[in-house]
């Protein structure tokens, strides 16, 4: 198949030409890479210089503003998505190990390849299909939108995260450390338990912090579960206002003063997300990767 | 034999076998409860998969009735009198998703061979850790990016430089303006090169030693090494990549609604603004009025969801053999 599209090599092509062209497609190659850092700069470059200057003290201890009144912050969008992300920690992290943990101890089983399948499949899925998921079994029933609904919608998009960097974390453990347990005379739920995911804590655990870095920045299955709110709230089934969603409606405005609003949250949502990914990475010394 | 010292060896063999046995039966108690418990958990992401399909279909189902197969269709989108087709949204979002492939597949590919064959390992796993980067920040600060710098860019300098160029081309005429396909085209570019690269860059690794040996002891010059001996052989690996970069561009959702205009009309030119389903259903679904209108926008969900699952089956399939190959050599 490969071999079809296979160029053969052009011998009778003098050197210096051949070689010509390949310091030229090798040096592609690094333009290209060149140019996919470009933006990552630019953003981060903008972030922080239209950020800083939009950004004070009453940005993290005020509430937004009224149209035409300068000033004011996000104390409630940055109080709301700690409570959201944090609730669908709650739900979404024992899944997601649980989970992990059974796929590792069964690694084989016809049941595992579904279940792992169905893990990756969530994983592709665009985010804001889980929004609508979480409208359908949490805003319509209870009648409105709430912080739970939106808490249901992260805890779904991180369940398959945590499960497979658990299995992956698990399955690392060395088999000796659980036969030694088991010899041991402990019992197999123990061992599972206080020296297979003991040993594993750290991975785990980086797991989780990537799956809440990841949905800490997530806004389109938030826009109609925890929909937003303009005043404090941090009751579970009144909406509540999240960073990402008060940074899309001020990005959206017409109006100059919640754009300057918007650039100051964007930096601080983002500050947050590679906090957490640094933090992370540097800890474990670079090896921790987000599964794709 | 004693009747008195039997009776006590004997109750104490009771004792302690019943010890024994209880203890036993906690243990394989504790198990069970421990095995159903991680089971259940399990079976909760099918659970979850199924629900989240189910509650897609059951919703739609007042759109599917009204409308049927007419909805993929037609292109009316017109809220006020209760009509709905989906046709504007599925062509937007196929358009800015190509645009975005014919952007970043280069690049990508580019940024793979120059981390797996021309960087020293010290600087590649730099390197490797800013793409990544890309893939960190949120969807919405891109979108914020793109409403207030991007865009502009594009419509002050690329368009009128396309325009001037390609112009005889309907997809490069136009007004010139800042938000629309292009513009999302783009933005999803950028964003999708991450997941693209990493798996190329995965997939270059895992390429023997041998093979790209073998290439230049027959002489071959380093590209035509990397032409013959590594893309060929990866090329499976790269399909599946480009796949799961496609998924990711169908669904994007908040940086797309925030720069494509969101006008649901289908044009020739790439800088009208136009719509995808995501970025219908972000900007519409918490205001739909009608209950016919929210079943349409779920039903433009379930097309999304549909989408994303075989996009997915495919690109696993074919990165699946790769990664396990790459855990096989990873281990030595």
């Given at each position: 198949?490969?071999?079809?599209?296979?160029?053969?090599?052009?011998?009778?092509?003098?050197?210096?030409?051949?070689?010509?062209?390949?310091?030229?497609?090798?040096?592609?190659?690094?333009?290209?890479?060149?140019?996919?850092?470009?933006?990552?700069?630019?953003?981060?470059?903008?972030?922080?210089?239209?950020?800083?200057?939009?950004?004070?003290?009453?940005?993290?201890?005020?509430?937004?503003?009224?149209?035409?009144?300068?000033?004011?912050?996000?104390?409630?969008?940055?109080?709301?998505?700690?409570?959201?992300?944090?609730?669908?920690?709650?739900?979404?992290?024992?899944?997601?190990?649980?989970?992990?943990?059974?796929?590792?101890?069964?690694?084989?089983?016809?049941?595992?390849?579904?279940?792992?399948?169905?893990?990756?499949?969530?994983?592709?899925?665009?985010?804001?299909?889980?929004?609508?998921?979480?409208?359908?079994?949490?805003?319509?029933?209870?009648?409105?939108?709430?912080?739970l609904a939106g808490s249901v919608a992260?805890?779904?998009?991180?369940?398959?995260?945590?499960?497979r960097t658990t299995e992956e974390m698990?399955?690392?453990?060395?088999?000796?450390?659980?036969?030694?347990?088991?010899?041991?005379?402990?019992?197999?739920?123990?061992?599972?338990?206080?020296?297979?995911?003991?040993?594993?804590?750290?991975?785990?655990?980086?797991?989780?912090?990537?799956?809440?870095?990841?949905?800490?920045?997530?806004?389109?299955?938030?826009?109609?579960?925890?929909?937003?709110?303009?005043?404090?709230?941090?009751?579970?089934?009144?909406?509540?206002?999240?960073?990402?969603?008060?940074?899309?409606?001020?990005?959206?405005?017409?109006?100059?003063?919640?754009?300057?609003?918007?650039?100051?949250?964007?930096?601080?949502?983002?500050?947050?997300?590679?906090?957490?990914?640094?933090?992370?990475?540097?800890?474990?010394?670079?090896?921790?990767?987000?599964?794709? | 034999?004693?009747?008195?010292?039997?009776?006590?060896?004997?109750?104490?063999?009771?004792?302690?076998?019943?010890?024994?046995?209880?203890?036993?039966?906690?243990?394989?108690?504790?198990?069970?409860?421990?095995?159903?418990?991680?089971?259940?958990?399990?079976?909760?992401?099918?659970?979850?998969?199924?629900?989240?399909?189910?509650?897609?279909?059951?919703?739609?189902?007042?759109?599917?009735?009204?409308?049927?197969?007419n909805f993929f269709f037609s292109s009316?989108?017109?809220?006020?009198?209760?009509?709905?087709?989906?046709?504007?949204?599925?062509?937007?979002?196929?358009?800015?998703?190509?645009?975005?492939?014919?952007?970043?597949?280069?690049?990508?590919?580019?940024?793979?061979?120059?981390?797996?064959?021309?960087?020293?390992?010290?600087?590649?796993?730099?390197?490797?850790?800013?793409?990544?980067?890309?893939?960190?920040?949120?969807?919405?600060?891109?979108?914020?990016?793109?409403?207030?710098?991007?865009?502009?860019?594009?419509?002050?300098?690329?368009?009128?430089?396309?325009?001037?160029?390609?112009?005889?081309?309907?997809?490069?005429?136009?007004?010139?303006?800042?938000?629309?396909?292009?513009?999302?085209?783009?933005?999803?570019?950028?964003?999708?090169?991450?997941?693209?690269?990493?798996?190329?860059?995965?997939?270059?690794?895992?390429?023997?030693?041998?093979?790209?040996?073998?290439?230049?002891?027959?002489?071959?010059?380093?590209?035509?090494?990397?032409?013959?001996?590594?893309?060929?052989?990866?090329?499976?690996?790269?399909?599946?990549?480009?796949?799961?970069?496609?998924?990711?561009?169908?669904?994007?959702?908040?940086?797309?609604?925030?720069?494509?205009?969101?006008?649901?009309?289908?044009?020739?030119?790439?800088?009208?603004?136009?719509?995808?389903?995501?970025?219908?259903?972000?900007?519409?679904?918490?205001?739909?009025?009608?209950?016919?209108?929210?079943?349409?926008?779920?039903?433009?969900?379930?097309?999304?969801?549909?989408?994303?699952?075989?996009?997915?089956?495919?690109?696993?399939?074919?990165?699946?053999?790769?990664?396990?190959?790459?855990?096989?050599?990873?281990?030595?």
């Amino acid at each position: 198949m490969a071999a079809a599209a296979t160029p053969s090599l052009r011998i009778a092509t003098p050197y210096r030409y051949r070689k010509i062209k390949s310091d030229l497609m090798m040096s592609v190659t690094i333009a290209a890479t060149i140019i996919t850092l470009i933006p990552l700069f630019l953003v981060l470059g903008y972030l922080l210089t239209k950020g800083f200057a939009s950004l004070s003290w009453a940005f993290f201890t005020h509430m937004p503003a009224p149209v035409g009144e300068p000033g004011g912050g996000m104390a409630n969008a940055i109080v709301g998505t700690i409570e959201v992300v944090g609730l669908a920690c709650l739900m979404g992290v024992p899944v997601g190990v649980g989970a992990g943990l059974y796929l590792a101890a069964n690694r084989s089983s016809r049941f595992s390849d579904w279940v792992r399948f169905s893990a990756d499949v969530m994983m592709g899925l665009p985010s804001i299909v889980v929004g609508i998921f979480a409208y359908a079994v949490v805003v319509r029933p209870f009648g409105g939108f709430s912080a739970l609904a939106g808490s249901v919608a992260l805890a779904v998009i991180m369940v398959p995260l945590v499960t497979r960097t658990t299995e992956e974390m698990v399955a690392l453990v060395p088999p000796e450390l659980r036969e030694a347990s088991l010899a041991l005379g402990v019992p197999q739920w123990k061992t599972t338990l206080a020296v297979v995911a003991r040993t594993a804590l750290s991975g785990i655990a980086t797991g989780v912090i990537l799956a809440v870095a990841r949905v800490a920045g997530e806004t389109a299955p938030l826009l109609f579960t925890a929909f937003g709110n303009r005043f404090w709230s941090t009751s579970l089934i009144h909406p509540i206002n999240t960073l990402t969603v008060q940074v899309y409606t001020y990005a959206i405005s017409p109006f100059a003063d919640w754009q300057r609003q918007a650039w100051a949250g964007a930096l601080v949502l983002t500050a947050m997300v590679l906090a957490l990914e640094l933090g992370v990475r540097w800890v474990t010394g670079g090896a921790a990767k987000a599964p794709r | 034999m004693s009747e008195l010292e039997g009776t006590v060896t004997d109750r104490v063999a009771v004792i302690r076998r019943e010890a024994t046995k209880s203890r036993a039966e906690v243990r394989l108690f504790g198990d069970r409860i421990f095995n159903a418990t991680t089971y259940l958990l399990a079976m909760a992401i099918l659970a979850l998969l199924a629900g989240l399909a189910l509650s897609l279909i059951f919703e739609s189902i007042p759109s599917i009735r009204a409308f049927g197969a007419n909805f993929f269709f037609s292109s009316q989108w017109d809220p006020v009198n209760d009509q709905y087709g989906a046709l504007p949204f599925i062509y937007g979002t196929f358009v800015s998703s190509f645009l975005a492939l014919l952007i970043a597949v280069p690049l990508s590919l580019g940024v793979a061979l120059c981390l797996s064959e021309m960087a020293p390992d010290w600087l590649s796993h730099r390197l490797g850790f800013l793409v990544d980067l890309l893939a960190a920040i949120p969807s919405v600060v891109y979108g914020l990016w793109a409403v207030f710098v991007m865009g502009p860019w594009i419509r002050d300098y690329v368009e009128p430089l396309l325009s001037h160029l390609f112009g005889f081309i309907p997809l490069f005429q136009g007004p010139k303006v800042a938000v629309g396909m292009l513009s999302a085209g783009v933005i999803l570019a950028i964003m999708i090169i991450p997941y693209i690269s990493s798996v190329c860059t995965d997939v270059f690794r895992v390429v023997p030693h041998t093979q790209r040996e073998a290439a230049l002891a027959l002489g071959a010059t380093k590209w035509e090494m990397v032409n013959t001996a590594v893309i060929p052989y990866g090329m499976t690996g790269v399909i599946g990549a480009i796949i799961l970069g496609l998924g990711r561009a169908l669904g994007e959702t908040i940086a797309v609604a925030m720069v494509i205009g969101n006008s649901p009309e289908i044009s020739a030119s790439l800088f009208k603004p136009a719509a995808t389903l995501a970025s219908v259903i972000a900007n519409e679904f918490a205001e739909a009025t009608s209950d016919l209108y929210v079943s349409a926008l779920v039903e433009l969900g379930l097309v999304l969801l549909v989408m994303g699952i075989a996009l997915n089956i495919v690109a696993r399939a074919l990165v699946q053999g790769v990664r396990q190959r790459r855990f096989q050599e990873g281990a030595k």
